[in-house]
């Protein structure tokens, strides 16, 4: 049964969802970390606030990306061979990822909207914190989407065995003391497995206009 165009581009969702997550990083850049004081969080906050509101705003924009990307991924797996069960699990992460991303971006934006009101300072500070440490459902998303992944693929297939053993790595060093540079090397994972998938799509069913 031949693909549309749409169906055999969808796994470059992957590609746009790792683009939008790192150029937000990239551009918000240093912020104010846990120790520090709320003076220096709100003004800080107060300074750069539409900045890091439409920050906020473009983080969210890669969570239905990302999702797409994990159901595309969740098809080709399941499409390899197996019960499905393991290419279920790398759909969680996925879903995982995003709502992950999702609180990061909801926190951030509430952070700066409390840092415009000299009577929220000390709000201001509570969510810096949070701020610093919300991070936790975006890596275990991530980490359970390569790692599931991963082993599906060296299983059954669907993409090249090095990238399902490169996912088992990642996903088991993420939930270590390491996790973050994990949790970093899984966006590259991601990157690799979109290109690999939407060109095993294209060689095997040319689209429709």
Do not use: C
């Not at 031949?2 to 850049?29: H, K, M, N, S, Y």
């Not at 969210?60 to 279920?88: C, E, H, Y």
């Amino acid at each position: 049964m031949r693909q549309t165009r749409w169906e055999r581009l969808a796994p470059l969702t992957g590609v746009i969802a790792v683009a939008i997550i790192v150029a937000v990083f990239a551009i918000g850049g240093s912020t104010p970390d846990e120790h520090d004081s709320a003076a220096k969080v709100q003004a800080f906050y107060s300074k750069h606030h539409d900045k890091h509101s439409v920050l906020a705003f473009i983080l969210a924009i890669s969570i239905p990306f990302l999702v797409f990307f994990a159901s595309s991924l969740r098809s080709d797996l399941r499409r390899a061979g197996g019960t499905g069960q393991l290419a279920n699990a790398a759909f969680g992460g996925g879903v995982l990822a995003a709502a992950g991303f999702g609180i990061l971006a909801t926190v951030h934006l509430a952070l700066t909207v409390a840092a415009e009101n000299a009577n929220t300072i000390a709000t201001s500070q509570t969510l810096n914190v949070l701020d610093s440490s919300d991070f936790i459902p975006a890596v275990a998303g991530v980490g359970l989407l390569v790692l599931a992944a991963g082993v599906s693929v060296v299983r059954h297939g669907g993409l090249p065995k090095w990238l399902g053993w490169v996912g088992i790595l990642l996903g088991i060093v993420t939930f270590t003391p390491a996790g973050f540079f994990a949790f970093l090397a899984g966006g590259v994972w991601i990157l690799i497995a979109s290109v690999l998938l939407t060109q095993a799509r294209g060689a095997a069913t040319p689209a429709y206009a």
